[in-house]
Antibody, heavy 122, light 112 residues
Framework: QVQLQESGPGLVKPSQTLSLTCTVS??????????WSWIRQPAGKGLEWIGR???????NYNPSLKSRVTISVDTSKNQFSLKLSSVTAADTAVYYC??????????????WGQGTLVTVSS | QSVLTQPPSVSAAPGQKVTISCSGS????????VSWYQQLPGTAPKLLIY???KRPSGIPDRFSGSKSGTSATLGITGLQTGDEADYYC?????????????FGGGTKLTVL
């Protein structure tokens, strides 16, 4: 059974970089055909897709966040990471990591982490 | 403003049926598969329907999905109080060259 777990600071100052890591257990992040993704949800609001990384290392990002987002993978640690630069209060949200079926137009997220709240405040 | 449009809320009595709509365009729903997610309070979303109308293992057949043109619908029959949750549709949007996943704004289901 695949499990995902987010980790990282719960408080980030404005203008700084938000950094989160998702640790995958129960399977190798580099095996199979999957997209490893980040999705966020501001309090009381809907889901916003941030971006994804394929097992090959190729990435896709939400156009509205692309200039500030980097997603990377560390296969040796079975982890993938999110960096979001120049954060503002609008980036305050619960951040989820999730796994999607590995075809290019996939929106099938079958495994999710429990989510981690990141607050942007001085 | 979400790319996919869902009603903010729906309600029905226990045992009844409810449908939740998700409206998009040719760049998203019209040419891609739709997924549906259930989010119980304080928890991560859970995959309910994928590829328009398929249910993952463990999802009861009370939940169904359909798609027609640029709209999709989630149906829930035999409503239970445990079905009270937020429901989201999702799909791929190819309006920009790289493409990206988009979600609806979510629909809050109340079981009266």
């Amino acid at each position: 059974q695949v499990q995902l777990q987010e980790s990282g600071p719960g408080l980030v100052k404005p203008s700084q970089t938000l950094s989160l890591t998702c640790t995958v257990s129960g399977g190798s992040i580099s095996s199979g055909s999957y997209y490893w993704s980040w999705i966020r949800q501001p309090a009381g609001k809907g889901l916003e897709w941030i971006g994804r990384i394929y097992t090959s290392g190729s990435t896709n990002y939400n156009p509205s966040l692309k200039s500030r987002v980097t997603i990377s993978v560390d296969t040796s640690k079975n982890q993938f990471s999110l960096k979001l630069s120049s954060v503002t209060a609008a980036d305050t949200a619960v951040y989820y990591c999730a796994r999607a079926e590995g075809y290019s137009s996939s929106s099938v997220y079958d495994y999710w982490g429990q989510g981690t709240l990141v607050t942007v405040s001085s | 403003q979400s790319v996919l449009t869902q009603p903010p809320s729906v309600s029905a009595a226990p045992g009844q049926k409810v449908t939740i709509s998700c409206s998009g365009s040719s760049s998203n729903i019209g040419n891609n598969y739709v997924s549906w997610y259930q989010q119980l309070p304080g928890t991560a979303p859970k995959l309910l329907i994928y590829d328009n109308n398929k249910r993952p293992s463990g999802i009861p057949d009370r939940f169904s999905g359909s798609k027609s043109g640029t709209s999709a619908t989630l149906g829930i029959t035999g409503l239970q109080t445990g079905d009270e949750a937020d429901y989201y549709c999702g799909t791929w949007d190819s309006s920009l060259s790289a493409g990206n996943v988009v979600f609806g704004g979510g629909t809050k289901l109340t079981v009266l």
